[in-house]
């Protein structure tokens, strides 16, 4: 099992900023991608930025060169830094971990962002 703790959501302008982060426990495969997904009211989820275990990235190209998604391997923690937020970005954001090999999954409780003037 893996547990995921998201935190940083909140209330922001237009054209802020905000920083997600997500710490994972439990039974952590080495090799293995995290990333967020979120999921705005009355549609599906969808992603946002993946990240493995080697830096590699993934982005949307909805949030490309706005949002940055680092991660550090030792702490097991994996950052989403978001500027120039647009109400669209508004939505439930979801942390994600998926073990590489045997591609299970695992959510965090999810946390909101909310982008208003």
Known sequence: QVQLVESGGGLVQPGGSLRLSCAASGSINSVNIMGWYRQAPGRARELVATITTS???????????????????????VLLQMHSLKPEDTAVYYCNYRAYISGRAYWGQGTQVTISS
């Open 55 to 77: 830096d590699t990235t993934n982005y949307a190209d909805s949030v490309r060169g706005r949002f940055t998604i680092s991660r550090d391997n030792a702490e097991n923690t």
